[in-house]
């Protein structure tokens, strides 16, 4: 079954303690994208990558890395999380020939205290 | 910069009611349209989406959408909602040659009542 895949699901973590939320998708998909989801701020881009070792700032790219060293995963990276990276994130991928078109996994609800 | 305007923050109809979202979107070039909806839980779906052609597209479980150009408009329609369609829809731009970065509106918030 084609998807994108991200864990955990669910994390709480406290501020400072670096995390990785790992995505991961089986289309042979170019491109990949991170979002974050907040409350009467729809969705908003962190990072994409066009392609194995290529990636570039999305909207709301402080205080997160990203990283591409195979072409099916995408992981992303809080550093140093704080309270105010608390929120829904997403991973969406597409193919580059069907590059507006983006699938979504089904995210991961990150809690920072 | 590109940005999309979702006019309605959270819509309550009853069902059968006929539903009207609206979409407007800044961009002055070409521009590919989407209409993505979250069901409560979940991630998000594609509904439908424009690129070329006939301005009005037809996406799944009977939404549509048209496409005004003039208007710079996209909005979304379904002649009768089901308390199924409960979820938030969102409006999504990208501009045409660009790095495939989608532009989403904030979402509205649609809950039908059965």
């Known amino acids: 079954e084609a998807q994108v895949t991200q864990n955990p699901r669910y994390l709480i973590t406290v501020t400072g303690k670096k995390l990785t939320v790992t995505c991961s998708q089986n289309m042979n998909h170019e491109y990949m994208s991170w979002y974050r989801q907040d409350p009467g701020l729809g969705l908003r881009q962190i990072y994409y990558?066009?392609?194995?070792?290529?990636?570039d700032k999305g909207d709301v790219p402080e205080g997160y890395k990203v990283s591409r060293k195979e072409k099916r995963n995408f992981p992303l990276i809080l550093e140093s999380p704080s309270p105010n990276q608390t929120s829904l994130y997403f991973c969406?991928?597409?193919?580059?020939?069907?590059?507006?078109?983006?699938?979504f996994g089904p995210g991961t609800r990150l809690t920072v205290t | 910069a590109q940005s999309v305007s979702q006019h309605n923050h959270h819509v309550i109809l009853s069902e059968a009611a006929s539903l009207e979202l609206g979409c407007n979107y800044s961009?002055?070039?070409?521009?590919?349209l989407f209409w993505y909806v979250q069901y409560p839980g979940q991630h998000l779906q594609l509904l439908l989406k424009y690129f070329s052609g006939d301005p009005l597209v037809k996406g799944i479980k009977g939404f549509e959408a048209e496409f005004i150009k003039s208007k710079f408009s996209f909005n979304l329609r379904k002649p009768s909602v089901q308390w199924s369609d409960t979820a938030e829809y969102f409006c999504a731009v990208t501009a045409r040659g660009s790095q495939g970065n989608l532009i989403f509106g904030k979402g509205t918030k649609l809950s039908v009542k059965p």
């Open positions: 969406a991928s597409s193919s580059r020939q069907g590059i507006y078109e983006q699938y």
């Open positions: 961009y002055g070039g070409t521009v590919n």
């Open positions: 990558s066009m392609n194995v070792e290529v990636t």
